[in-house]
Nanobody, 116 residues
Framework: VQLVESGGGLVQPGGSLRLSCAASGFTFSSYVMRWYRQAPGKERELVAG????????NYADSVKGRFTISRDNAKNTVYLQMNSLKPEDTAVYYC??????????WGQGTQVTVSS
């Protein structure tokens, strides 16, 4: 099982990034996919989630209207489009796959730094 995040980097405030998470080794289309993030000295927090068929999404209040989660089940990939980035969005972003309470997978994380 692998979840491999990519797309992180350094961006100026107000800029955009698109994170990708490529999945392998499990039936991607059967899993709810989520993005979490963890800033230095803070607990990991849920950023966004998308259900199996991709029709329903949810977001943390802090990113609503700025971030968009989507998935392509044909490519086994989930995305996080991040617009109007703020310094407080700086964190390591993690991809998470979950099916029930026993099948939970995490990626290794990708660093996002928002700074001028």
């Amino acid at each position: 099982v692998q979840l491999v995040e990519s797309g992180g980097g350094l961006v100026q405030p107000g800029g955009s990034l698109r994170l990708s998470c490529a999945a392998s080794g499990f039936t991607f289309s059967s899993y709810v996919m989520r993005w979490y993030r963890q800033a230095p000295g803070k607990e990991r927090e849920l950023v966004a989630g998308i259900i199996i068929a991709g029709g329903s999404t949810n977001y943390a209040d802090s990113v609503k209207g700025r971030f968009t989660i989507s998935r392509d089940n044909a490519k086994n990939t989930v995305y996080l489009q991040m617009n109007s980035l703020k310094p407080e969005d700086t964190a390591v972003y993690y991809c998470n796959a979950r099916r029930g309470s026993l099948s939970i997978y995490w990626g290794q994380g990708t660093q996002v730094t928002v700074s001028s």
